[in-house]
């Protein structure tokens, strides 16, 4: 897991990243929790996000966000995020021009980024959001969502309520030519502590059909 620093927007970005293994093969990237909750690129889930897609034989980026780590600048509550998620894009795509299909991943703080980054980029076609603070952040902004994802979230959620999350995947749903997939992980909290194997069998068995070459969502 190569140590990376690279240029964001408001000064240097550190993340760690795995080339593509191979030509033209998928991309992801991995955001992580709210940086003055404690999130880094080092957090338990976004690990396993980024080892999974490693598996999957995709190139793979975990960055810190502004302010954390070794990366530069001070929080900004979202606005400032989201240019360094578009800049770390930027980045993996310079290396992997002729990526075939680009996939982001968010966990919390990093699901509303993810999910604000899949708006404005087009050659996101897949999407993992991890316990969205659906009641917390202003999600209305997926009018319409323009990619296929699954959402999951904890059933004892203390941060995002069960819910809210439930109220957003029930209008993402009334779109028309994206499936939206929604899992419930029984008894976990918001930070999986106990639960990350059926979390991240949820991840696993939605990529094995989305990756599927005869799936029915592209």
């Known amino acids: 897991m190569p140590e990376v ?4 927007p408001d000064g240097r970005l550190e993340g760690r990243f795995i080339p593509a293994p191979r030509p033209r093969a998928p991309v992801a ?7 003055q909750a404690g999130g880094t690129m080092n957090n338990h889930i976004v690990l396993e996000l980024y080892k999974t897609f490693q598996r999957r034989g995709f190139a793979v980026l975990r960055f810190n966000f502004r302010g954390v780590g070794k990366s530069q600048g001070t929080f900004d509550n979202g606005v400032g995020e989201l240019s360094d998620a578009a800049s770390a894009l930027d980045w993996v795509q310079s290396f992997h021009p002729e ?3 680009t996939w982001i991943a968010g966990v919390s703080f990093g699901a509303w ?11 996101i076609r897949g999407f993992i959001s991890v316990a969205p603070p659906a009641n917390m952040y202003d999600f209305t902004f997926l009018a319409p969502c323009p990619a296929s994802g699954i959402i999951i979230q904890a059933e004892n959620d203390e941060v995002s309520p069960p819910l809210a999350t439930q ?12 499936t939206i997939h929604h ?5 976990a909290n918001h930070f999986f502590e106990h639960e990350m194997p059926q979390l991240m069998g949820s991840v696993d ?3 094995d059909m989305r990756l599927d070459p005869n799936s029915p969502i592209r």
């Open 29 to 35: 990237m991995i955001l992580h929790p709210h940086p």
């Open 99 to 101: 990526a075939s299909t």
């Open 183 to 187: 899992d419930t992980i029984p008894k």
């Open 205 to 207: 068995k939605y990529l």
């Open 5 to 8: 620093i690279f240029p964001g």
């Open 113 to 123: 980024i993810g999910m604000q980054l899949l708006m404005r980029r087009p050659e």
């Open 167 to 178: 109220k957003l995947v029930d209008k993402l749903r009334t779109q028309k030519h994206i």
